[in-house]
């Protein structure tokens, strides 16, 4: 198991759970892969669409990329009032440690107000590393 985070930002809760993917690592080639799972439920009264994504991500090299997206695992999920959409995706870095956080664009359907939902940070760390 890796690490955990949650952050509710305008009624969105974002949760997140990593792993490390020790199968998909290779250490000796600086390739460490890292999947998490993001969990969205809408816990506001207003039917949302995630519109895009943006993804800061830093290695333990101080290291840094931006992502930028649209969407979600090629999808603009739109989540009624209660719902949850979850998905899964993987991150590879070139140290054994590494952070990210981000932020969603979200749009409510009843006005086309976007506003930006908080992707908490998290860690990304090889279980080793914790010994």
Same mark, same amino acid.
């Given at each position: 198991m890796g690490t955990q985070?949650?952050? #509710? %930002?305008? @009624? +969105?809760?974002i949760s997140v759970e990593t792993k490390f993917q020790s199968?998909? =690592?290779v250490v000796e080639h600086r390739h460490f892969l890292f999947s998490y799972r993001i969990t969205i439920e809408n816990k =506001?009264? *207003?039917?949302?669409?995630l519109l895009s994504r943006h993804?800061? +991500? *830093?290695d333990s090299n101080g290291e840094n990329s931006v992502v930028d997206g649209e969407g979600v #695992? @090629?999808?603009?999920?739109?989540?009624?009032? @209660?719902? +949850? *959409?979850e998905y899964e995706s993987a991150c590879s870095l070139t140290t054994d440690? @590494?952070?990210? !956080?981000? %932020? !969603?664009?979200?749009?409510r359907? +009843?006005?086309k107000g976007r506003f930006k939902v908080i992707i908490p940070e998290f860690e990304l760390i090889v279980p080793q590393r914790l010994n």
């Open positions: 985070a949650n952050k #509710v %930002t305008h @009624g +969105i809760d199968e998909h =690592s =506001s009264e *207003f039917t949302v669409q993804w800061e +991500i *830093f #695992v @090629g999808e603009q999920p739109t989540l009624e009032p @209660g719902e +949850i *959409f440690m @590494g952070r990210m !956080y981000g %932020t !969603y664009l979200m749009e359907k +009843i006005d």
